[in-house]
C-alpha cells in the first residue's frame, strides 16, 4: 500500500480543491465514474449535509491538517492513479471516503465522496 509523501503534491491538490476552475466531478459518458454524493454526509459542525463546494473544502482541509492520500489504480481509465482519503469526521465519528485524481493539466477531478462502506 503506497502513500503520497510528497507534501508539494499534497499541497497541489488542496489548492485544487479550493479553485472552482482546477476541480470538476467524474462523468460516467466521459470514463470517469463517481460516486459523489456530498449531500450525504454531515457537515462537522452538525448543521445539516454538505454541498459540492463544502466537499471539496472539507478535502482540501483534511490534507492540509496531513491525513493521508493512499495511491490506487483506477479501472477506469485503464493505468491511471487516484488518491483514496480516509478519514473520521465529527458530528458522528463515521468515515469519509474520498477519491480524487490529479491531472496532468494541474486540475482534480472527484471521482467518490461518501461515507466510507467498510
Request: hydrophobic share 35%.
Amino acid at each position: 500500500m503506497d502513500y503520497l509523501t510528497d507534501w508539494a503534491i499534497n499541497l497541489e491538490i488542496a489548492s485544487c480543491c479550493r479553485d472552482p476552475d482546477r476541480r470538476v466531478i467524474g462523468q460516467w459518458q466521459q470514463g470517469q465514474p463517481a460516486r459523489w454524493f456530498p449531500g450525504t454526509v454531515n457537515r462537522p459542525d452538525g448543521t445539516g449535509p454538505l454541498s459540492d463546494n463544502d466537499a471539496w473544502e472539507l478535502i482540501a482541509d483534511l490534507i492540509e491538517a496531513r491525513h493521508a492520500l493512499k495511491i490506487v489504480s483506477l479501472d477506469k481509465p485503464p493505468g491511471s492513479a487516484a488518491y483514496v482519503l480516509l478519514a473520521q469526521i465529527p458530528p458522528d465519528g463515521r468515515h469519509l471516503y474520498a477519491k480524487i485524481v490529479l491531472t496532468k493539466s494541474g486540475r482534480v477531478i472527484g471521482r467518490s465522496f461518501h461515507y466510507s462502506d467498510y
